[in-house]
Nanobody
Framework: QVQLVESGGGLVQAGGSLRLSCAASGRTFSSYAMGWFRQAPGKEREFVAAIIWSDSTTYYTDSVKGRFTISRDSAKNTVYLQMNSLKPEDTAVYYC?????????????????WGQGTQVTVSS
């Protein structure tokens, strides 16, 4: 059974940094794309970043380019989201997800497995 467990959220001031982790278990993820999404109150879940596990190709939504970095550690079966220069508009619940595909996709409907989410709050 696939399990994704996020950690690393918290409260930070604008301009600060956080690193989110997503520990994956239950199968080999070499044929997966791993994504980070976020959902703010009253808004739809939106794509943030994704990485193709097999070759580490990455993709970011425009609003986080240059500030966020997605990476993965195969030995630990863990995906990370390093978030720098955080802004109040980054406040949301952040979710890790797995898509059984080697093609980068940004629609949450394409992702098969989801974590429980971790809250990120950025104060101004």
């Amino acid at each position: 059974q696939v399990q994704l467990v996020e950690s690393g959220g918290g409260l930070v001031q604008a301009g600060g940094s956080l690193r989110l982790s997503c520990a994956a278990s239950g199968r080999t993820f070499s044929s997966y794309a791993m994504g980070w999404f976020r959902q703010a109150p009253g808004k739809e879940r939106e794509f943030v970043a994704a990485i193709i596990w097999s070759d580490s190709t990455t993709y970011y939504t425009d609003s986080v380019k240059g500030r966020f970095t997605i990476s993965r550690d195969s030995a630990k079966n863990t995906v990370y989201l390093q978030m720098n220069s955080l802004k109040p508009e980054d406040t949301a619940v952040y979710y890790c997800a797995a898509d059984w595909s080697v093609v980068m996709r940004t629609d949450p409907k394409n992702y098969d497995y989801w974590g429980q989410g971790t809250q990120v709050t950025v104060s101004s």
